[in-house]
Every structure is written in C-alpha cells, then in structure tokens.
C-alpha cells in the first residue's frame, strides 16, 4: 500500500496496468517542477491528453492539473524534451514486483527507455535500448553499480513472483519465516505479504522453505488480478491502497473515500509539492467566514437542486397515474406466482410498449425503475400514494437541511485562528532497518541487530573504502563505518554499547577494528564458523576501556524522527534527550519509560502530528540488549 514514504511495488504495478490502458500514447512535452518531481504530458487517441506526475523515490501516477512549472525549464528536462517529445510510448512496464517503472519510447528508427526508480532516494534515468545511460536525473555510485552516463543500467535477472518455479526456488534458499520471506525476498512488504498467507491458508509464522509454494502462487496470482483487474481504490489518514483486502477477523476496516481510478486515490493521498503550494498560496484567499458562508450557499444550492428534482418525479407518477396503477397491478400478481427472473426475462422478449419503458429491474427490492419522462423507482407490492410517499419523504429532508442552513447562516461566528505546525516524518531509508547513527562529520554508520544482519551488512553492504568495527567480546554487532571518519570515539562506543558487554552488565570494553580485505568466512582448518560470525585476520586498531552509553532523542527539524547512538552525538542533535547505561530495568520497561520522558517535552498539538513517529517500536529499536538505567535526560 502506498504511505507517505512512498509506493509499494504492488502499488506500482497497479499503475503500469492503468498506465497500460492508454495506450498507445505519445510524449508531447515534459516539465520539471522540483529537484525530484517532473511531469509528462502526453497525447492519446481521439485528442486525449494525459498527465503523469513523477516524484523520483515516491510515487508515479496520472493527475487532473500540473503546477505552474518554472519560466526557465531546468537542463534534465530540456535534454528529455530533446530525446524524446513526439516520441511514441510503445510499452509501459514494470521490473517484476520492484519500484521499477520503464517506459520504451520510439523516436525515428531509435528506441529509448525511460526508467523512473521508486525506491530509496530515486531517480530518473534515460538510456538506449541496450540499457546504456545516457543521462540520469542524479548520479551515483554504488557499491554494485553506477548510474553515470555510459554505464550499463541493471536489472536483476530474476522476478521471485514471475513464476511458480521462481516462488519456490526463493522460498526454499530464505531461513526466515514464510511472511518476512514473502514481505522482503518477494517485496510484497508486510501487509500483503499477510494477506497472501491468509489467502492460501498457511500459517505465516511457519518457515518459509517448508510452505507449500503452490497454494502461495495461485494466492499471489489472485492478488495481483485485483490489483490490475478489480481496482477499488480506498485512501486512509495512514494509507492508499489500489483494491480492499479481505480484513483479519475483529480487525476494524480503515476505508474512509472511494475513488474511480488508482491514480485519482494517489493524487487525493499524496501532499502537495512545494511548487504546487506555491501555486495554491497565489491564489484569492478568502476569510473563515466568507469560506463557510460559500459552503452554506452552495449546500443550500443543492438542496434547492434535490428538492425540484424530486418534486419532479412525483408530478411524473401522477401525470402516468394509470400505466402506475397497472404496472404495479400486475408486476404484484406476477411476483405471486413467478420469480423476478422470470418476470425480468418474459417482459424482456415481449413487444409491449409499456414493458420496454422498465429499465431496470431490481429483485431483491421487489421494485423496478421505469421512465415516465423521469426514470422513477417503483415498489409493487406498495400503492401508487405509498410510492408517492416515499418522495415526498426526500423533500420534506432536504427541505429540513436547507432550513438548518439558512439558520446557521445567520449565526456564523469567526473562529480564532490558530497556527498548526508541519511535521515532515524523516523519509525511509535502506539502512533504517539495521542499527545506525550518522557521525557528528556525517558519516554513516551501521550495526547489525542479529546474526543474519550481521552476515549480510558483511556481504552485501561492506565495501573497499569502509571500515569493519566489533566490541572485543563475545556476541555483538558488527558494525560498518561507510566512510573515512575523524570521530572513531563515537564509532567505538556504538560498537561497545550494542554489545554483550552492555548485557553482562559492564561499564566499559574494548574495540577494535579491521580493513574489509582482514574480514573472512573461511575458518582455519578443523574451526568453525557460525552464522553472524568472521574471522579477521592481521592487525587490528584497538580501543580500551570504551564507555558504554547510548542517547535516544527526538528531531523535528528538518524532518521528524526518533534516533539513537553515541549520547554524544545525539545531545548535541536533539532538545528532547535521554541517556541510557547499563542497568536493571527491562529493555521493554526502557523503551517506555524514554517515550514518556519524549512525549512530556512536546505539546498536545506536536504529540498528535507525532503519532505515527513517536511510538515504543521507533524508541525501542535504539535500546540495547540487556538491562538499562536512564542516567540523563533533557
């Protein structure tokens, strides 16, 4: 589902395929409005035009209007005007279940692709039909690839949910259990990945590589039917979601607006821009008074609109009063013997004048709607006057409703104006999962919470220029410093604090660390090695009788966020703070006791916009193993 963060890859696919459907299109022009946002305008069939908004890292959906784009169009949309306006849009699609979007544009005898990343910080890149990057909107290398010019642009080779044989090949090599493999190595994310086992009816909490993956597949299958096919779209204060999943038993429904298009929910979701604020702010503003006398007036508009409409059908019904009488005359006898389908069916294949003006039936009403110069719904088993009835029921309502708002014209008051705050929460990154901080020269950090993490920072994220750190005790986080930083005071402490030394009760341990080229998994001969563990190799750079500490505190500027580390780092990044050493209290008991000293700093109005940020789960992932004291706070 798609949250403010950004879109989820079943979201994504649910736009590709209405994306897909209107096709063919051609690109007339493209515009860019922020650093990360620009926008596609482009031409269907039979004069229609379409507007895609892409925000690079979070979404790509279809909208109404485009803000008021810049005078001087920026260089990344000149050179994609260059390339590809009055190109043809020949295919739309998404790289398996990944935050991929790719659009293949012909231009002459050339083709381009378009390729729009939904994930991490995101990214907008051009290339030719090979993959070859011809220009990205930001570039950046990585440690397994480059997103510069002239570097190849990959894609991984195999989708986990393209096929029945790819699902159990996943599934079989993953050691977790079923919904975190489904959620992360088949990037459903956790909610669908839920539903899918409830759909299949395997327990989620089994292990992955003992599911059945053909009751899974044929689930997923099902899912993604939904998502293109059966698309009803719902937004809630936390969430839009392309279809309504079948909700877990007791669990209340979280529907609150519907929408006849994905791309309608999304663009209703998502806050504006800031250059659509910029344009909204441009605009007559009116006072609270005037804003509610407008509501008032164009409520009562309504009302006046409902009331001579309705007023209209009951002239209608009299003005037929016979052909009434004999319609509901007859249809009451026939529902006696006959059912309404066969009642639906005879008047359908008979040439009566008087059967052909029902247009609809509806059997489980035991009522029709007929058009009597006004299309009427009628009940048959209910005289002329109790049909009547229920009309002049509608009239006198909103006549009601327009007397109340006439009142409550006369007696509006300007309410007290009051400033709300904005509260931005800190955008997901990709090393949020694991331990982080970032050091107080800005390097990143990151620490593994158990021993899987361990093994993949490791494998996956541990590059040449970076630096491997690990308390000197049994049982700890390996912790990675992606970079070369002056502050190994700090990287130190993290190590020890997220340690056994804090579990074991110490105050203090040592630390030491290593170059990647030392870290190896290939023990000596007759070792073992265990999950989550390494051998290192060579000289190593200690650091005795490290402090263990940690600091948790609250930023709201510029995005809102709990975090943790080295207290250092973390007192002088927050005015909201407390630090934690080795103590006796439950690291559950911690975690609540921080939320309570967090909360107690901010106001009512912060604590609400707060809601979704400042939680125990947010705290408690920065506590340590092991008993804590609360030492310090402010």
């Not at 989620?204 to 590589?209: D, E, G, S």
């Not at 008074?289 to 309705?310: G, H, N, P």
């Not at 069916?345 to 709607?369: G, Q």
Request: aromatic share 8%.
């Amino acid at each position: 589902m798609a949250t403010t963060q950004g879109m989820s890859g079943i979201d994504v696919r649910s736009v590709t395929y209405e994306l897909c459907g209107k096709l063919p299109l051609w690109i007339d022009k493209i515009y860019q409005f922020e650093t990360r946002t620009l926008g596609i305008r482009l031409n269907g069939e039979e004069h229609a035009k379409f507007l895609l908004l892409i925000e690079a890292g979070r979404r790509v959906h279809l909208v109404k209007n485009f803000p008021t784009p810049p005078k001087n169009p920026p260089q990344f949309a000149m050179f994609l005007r260059k390339y590809l306006s009055g190109g043809k849009v020949l295919a739309i699609r998404q790289h398996g279940l990944e935050r991929i979007l790719i659009f293949d544009i012909g231009k002459g005898t050339l083709t381009y692709r378009l390729i729009i990343e939904l994930f991490d910080e995101g990214n907008v890149i051009l290339t030719d039909e090979s993959y070859r990057i011809i220009k990205p909107l930001r570039h950046h290398r990585f440690k397994d690839r480059d997103i510069v010019p002239d570097a190849i642009y990959a894609l991984s080779v195999t989708d986990p949910t393209g096929s029945l044989e790819n699902l159990a090949i996943t599934l079989a090599g993953d050691d977790r259990d079923l919904v975190r493999a489904l959620a992360i190595s088949c990037m459903l994310g956790g909610t669908y990945a839920e539903y899918v086992c409830r759909t299949a009816g395997i327990d989620k909490a089994m292990p992955a590589l003992k599911a059945d993956p053909g009751l899974l597949f044929k689930a997923l299958t099902s899912l993604f039917d939904k998502v293109q096919h059966h698309v009803h779209p719902i937004l809630s204060g936390t969430s839009c979601e392309p279809v309504i999943l079948t909700p877990e038993p007791g669990s209340p429904s979280n529907e609150t607006n519907r929408f006849s298009g994905f791309s309608e929910a999304l663009e209703a979701f998502y806050p504006m821009t800031k250059a659509e604020k910029v344009r909204v702010a441009s605009k007559p503003k009116f006072s609270d008074v005037e804003k509610i006398r407008k509501y008032q007036e164009s409520a009562i508009k309504k009302f006046d609109e409902k009331i001579k409409k309705t007023e209209e059908i009951v002239a209608a019904i009299y003005e037929n009063y016979q052909f009434v009488v004999h319609l509901i005359s007859s249809l009451d006898t026939a529902s006696k013997r006959l059912s309404w389908q066969e009642i639906e069916h005879h008047l359908r294949d008979t040439s009566s004048a008087d059967a052909k003006r029902i247009v609809t039936f509806y059997p489980d009403e035991a009522a029709v709607e007929v058009d009597i110069g006004k299309k009427v719904k009628i009940f048959v088993h209910e005289s002329i006057e109790q049909n009547a009835g229920r009309y002049y029921d509608i009239i006198k309502k909103f006549k009601k409703k327009k007397e109340g708002a006439l009142r409550a014209m006369k007696t509006v008051k300007t309410k007290k104006k009051t400033i709300h705050r904005t509260i931005v929460p800190m955008k997901k990154l990709w090393y949020h999962r694991f331990r982080w901080f970032v050091t107080s020269d800005n390097i990143v950090v990151l620490g593994g919470r158990d021993a899987s993490q361990n093994e993949e920072l490791v494998k996956k994220y541990m590059a040449g220029g970076d630096l491997f750190v690990h308390a000197d005790v049994h049982g700890a986080s390996v912790v990675i410093v992606k970079g070369k930083t002056e502050r190994m005071d700090e990287v130190a402490q993290f190590a020890a604090s997220y340690s056994g030394a804090w579990r074991s009760g110490h105050f203090s341990a040592d630390v030491y660390s290593a170059l990647p080229t030392q870290v190896s998994k290939t023990p000596e001969s007759g070792e073992f090695v265990s999950r989550g563990s390494f051998i290192v190799r060579g000289e190593r750079t200690y650091y005795r009788d490290v402090p263990l500490a940690i600091g948790i505190g609250l930023i709201l500027e510029p995005q809102a966020a709990v975090i943790g580390g080295p207290s250092s780092v973390i007192h002088s990044r927050t005015k909201i703070f407390a630090e934690l050493k080795p103590g006796q209290f439950e690291p559950n008991d911690v975690a609540k006791k921080v939320l309570r000293i967090l909360r107690q700093n901010v106001s009512p109005d912060e604590e609400k916009l707060l809601k979704g940020i400042l939680n125990t789960d947010s705290v408690a992932a920065f506590v340590p193993p092991g008993g804590s004291d609360i030492s310090g706070m402010k």
